[in-house]
Structure formats: C-alpha cells, structure tokens
C-alpha cells in the first residue's frame, strides 16, 4: 500500500493561478487503492442480488451507486453505468480500468457470454469473501503474538539501555572482575546505547518506504522467499496461497473456463511471487501437452493430496467437482492452521523473551558475588 493522489472537486475564485487550483484539487489518499479487496466483496454481492433479481446492469449500478456513503465510490460506480448506457461492454469497463485484474474481466466476459453474469458476480463476491477471511484469520492470528513480542522487546532495551549500565557503574567503581556473559552484555548495552537511535531510525525509515519498495519486483521475491522458509509462518502462508490458487481455478472451471487458461487467470490473482513462478512453469508445461498432474508434481510447492486429487479429476472429468472440494479443504486448512499458529506463537516468544531477561539477570547478579567479597 502506498500513498495515491487523486482529484477531487474544490471551488476556488476565479483568475485564480492553476497551480494553485491543481493544489487544491488533490488529495492525498492513504493505504492505497480505495476500490479493495473488501468493497469488491460488497460489490460484487451487491451486484449479484441486483442482477439476479431481474435488474438491468445499468441500473443495478445506479442503485449501488446511490448507496454509497462516499462521493468518490459513488462517482466511480455512475461512471460505470454512464459507459453501459455508452454501449460499452461490462467485461471491457473492467479491463481498461486498473482497479480490476484480467481475472475478473475475463470472468465477467464469460458471464456476458453465458448469459449468467450474475452468477458469475456472485462467484467473485464468493472469491472476495473467502480472500477478506482468510486475511482476517491471518490478522488475528498474527495480532496478539505481535503484541507480546514488542512489549518484551521493549522490555529487553528497557534494561539492556537503562538497567545494565547501572550495574556497569558500580561494578567498575570496585574493579570487579566481570564474567565473560557479563562483559557480552555490557557490550551489547553500549553498542545499543551508541546505535539504537540510528537502528530506530532506519526500521521507521523502512516502514515508509515499505509501499514503494513493493512494487519492485527483485524485492517481492526476496521478501517472499523469506517468509516461506519461516518455521511456522511459511508453512501457513504457502498454504493460504493455495487456497487462494484453488478457489480462483474453482470460479473458473466452473464458469467452463478451459484448464490452461484458467491456470493462467488464477495466476492474474496471485501476489505470491514464489507461487506466480511455479504457475509460470506449470503454464509453460501445459503448453507442451503435459497433464496439469504431471506439471503440478514437477513442482514441490504443491503437496500430494492436491496431486492426486487433480489426478482424479482429469480421469473421471470431474473437474469443477474436483476443485471445489480442494477449495473447501485449503480454506478449512487454514483456518486450522491461524489458530494453531496463534496458539503456538505466542508461548514460542514468551518463552525466547524470558530466556533473554534470564540470561540479562545472571551476567548482572554473577558479578555480586565477586562485588560481596570486595567489600569484605
């Protein structure tokens, strides 16, 4: 997410000077794209119901137009009816404007085709559901765990910066020999003392740019590569993914959408860079006549439950069948998976935490002993 300026409609004196007026008609808009992940859900519902209960395309839009709390989302949606009412097609609006993928464009133009647009919104409002819950379940999986480890963290520079050279100050007063633990920590403590305001600055520093460094491509795939080694966490993220791989290719062949091009669309959805590869590869061994199977196994990201049921699918064409059970399984796997997660995460940290304070408390009560028989 990033910082996007949009217009925005300001009345201003006449003769005034237009670099003044361009000021005044920005705004800036925080976390990105306002048409998300969770309006597209709303939309898409909204838009279903519309349809199915008989309501022409233009119109429903209208309506959904008028619902609009927001000038912004209700202008956008009027400027979707305006250009039906122009003659243009649903499927294209979609595709020329960037705040839709080519999976949903393409979605939509089979619907359009079919005849069953609204059943085909009312996927999409399915895919978006299924997509903010799973987000959800990663955000409360992740929330208090995050929570425990920046309070002990800050517990642990609390007394590394303020504590520990306490004891420096007056284990140096008696010319105590320290131990060798002792002398570690009192290092870290200075050099936390000398860096910890650059440190800081640079993690806030990287916080900032995080929006712009996403969208480099070199970054994504570090990044993702990172996370998919994690204990604990890749595993779940590899997952979550997959489910959200298997849900889109469900949509689509359900919507008779031929395999490799569903493949193809789905991989429209996908953010996961290391998941994007492997479905590039998968593609390119589809095109060469290998069995979607065959090409899945190739790769290792996927595991062998999903293998073999594909397999199943190819043999019986029970395909559509095929993967909205495997659709069902991913997402009931990851629920499973966030709460085991925040379960196990948490005892994880507190349990890294404490062995640090203990480690902090030993190196700076080992030293008394010595300091008691200075004294004497």
């Given at each position: 997410m990033g910082l996007k300026v949009g217009k925005t409609k300001v009345k201003a004196p006449p003769k005034e000077s237009s670099n003044v007026d361009d000021l005044l008609k920005k705004e800036i808009r925080l976390f990105g794209s306002a048409f998300n992940s969770k309006k597209k859900e709303q939309f898409y519902t909204e838009l279903s119901v519309l349809l199915t209960s008989g309501i022409r395309l233009k119109d429903a839009l209208s309506l959904i137009a008028t619902s609009q709390k927001k000038k912004e989302d209700a202008s956008f949606f009027e400027e979707l009816s305006a250009k039906i009412v122009a003659g243009s097609t649903f499927s294209d609006i979609l595709r020329a404007d960037k705040k839709f993928t080519v999976y949903e464009s393409h979605s939509v133009r089979i619907g359009e085709e079919s005849g069953s647009l609204e059943k085909v919104t009312g996927s999409l409002a399915d895919f978006y559901t299924r997509k903010n819950e799973q987000r959800r379940n990663v955000t409360s999986a992740l929330t208090y765990p995050i929570i425990v480890l920046i309070t002990a963290f800050l517990a642990v520079i609390f007394m590394l910066r303020f504590v520990v050279p306490m004891f420096k100050d007056v284990f140096n007063q008696n010319n105590v020999d320290l131990?060798?633990?002792?002398?570690?920590?009192?290092s870290v403590s200075e050099w936390l003392g000398s860096y910890?305001?650059?440190i800081l600055g640079i993690?806030?520093?990287f916080g900032i740019l995080q929006p712009f460094l996403n969208k480099q491509v070199a970054y994504r795939n570090l990044k993702d590569r990172l996370l998919l080694k994690m204990p604990l966490i890749g595993s779940f993220i590899k997952t979550s993914n997959i489910a959200r791989f298997t849900q889109a290719v469900s949509l689509l062949v359900n919507s008779k959408v031929s395999i490799p091009q569903s493949i193809h669309l789905a991989k429209e959805m996908i953010s996961f860079s290391p998941?994007?590869?492997v479905l590039d590869s998968v593609e390119k061994d589809m095109q060469k006549g290998t069995s979607l199977s065959k090409s899945l196994e190739a790769q290792s990201f996927f595991d062998a439950k999903m293998i073999?049921?594909?397999r199943v699918a190819e043999e019986t064409n029970q395909t559509e069948y095929v993967f909205d059970?495997?659709?069902?399984q991913y997402n009931t796997?990851?629920?499973?998976k966030s709460k085991m997660f925040s379960t196990l995460l948490e005892p994880v940290i507190i349990l890294i935490v404490g062995v640090l304070v203990a480690v902090i408390l030993i190196s700076m009560y080992l030293p008394m002993f010595e300091l008691g028989?200075?004294?004497k």
């Open positions: 131990p060798r633990i002792t002398e570690i920590v009192m910890g305001w650059i993690l806030i520093l998941l994007k590869i073999a049921l594909v059970k495997l659709k069902e796997e990851v629920i499973r028989n200075v004294l």
